[in-house]
């Protein structure tokens, strides 16, 4: 089994900055893409930013500029940095492994971490 683990949410003023990381552990053999989503209380679940094996990123138009994701491929990791986080911000996020495998015969598979509170407030 994979399980995803998020660490580095929290409580932070308008304008501030946080780090959100997860580390995928378990029998893994390749792991297509990995990425944050969020999911504010009364909204649906929405992509914030995703990168490739290779390297490729993805972003929502509101992280662009303020986000960066990154990935390290050898520790199955991504980091999420948050930078000038804004009260919209506020929200549950997601770990996403996406196009998983656990070894070389398996289909690909998605797994969720069971997420991190950030809270932008004054």
């Known amino acids: 089994q994979v399980q995803l683990v998020e660490s580095g949410g929290g409580l932070v003023q308008p304008g501030g900055s946080l780090n959100l990381s997860c580390v995928a552990s378990?029998?893994?053999?390749?792991?297509?893409?990995m990425g944050w989503f969020r999911q504010a209380p009364g909204k649906q679940r929405e992509l914030v930013a995703s990168?490739?094996?290779?390297?490729?990123?993805n972003y929502t138009d509101s992280a662009k500029g303020r986000f960066t994701i990154s990935r390290d491929n050898a520790k199955n990791m991504v980091i999420l940095q948050m930078n000038n986080l804004k009260p919209e911000d506020t929200a549950v996020y997601f770990c996403?492994?996406?196009?998983?495998?656990?070894?070389?015969?398996?289909?690909?598979?998605?797994?969720w971490g069971r997420g991190t509170q950030v809270t932008v407030s004054s």
């Open positions: 996403n492994a996406n196009k998983v495998r656990r070894t070389w015969l398996d289909q690909f598979t998605e797994y």
């Open positions: 378990g029998s893994i053999f390749y792991i297509g893409h």
């Open positions: 990168v490739a094996v290779l390297g490729n990123t």
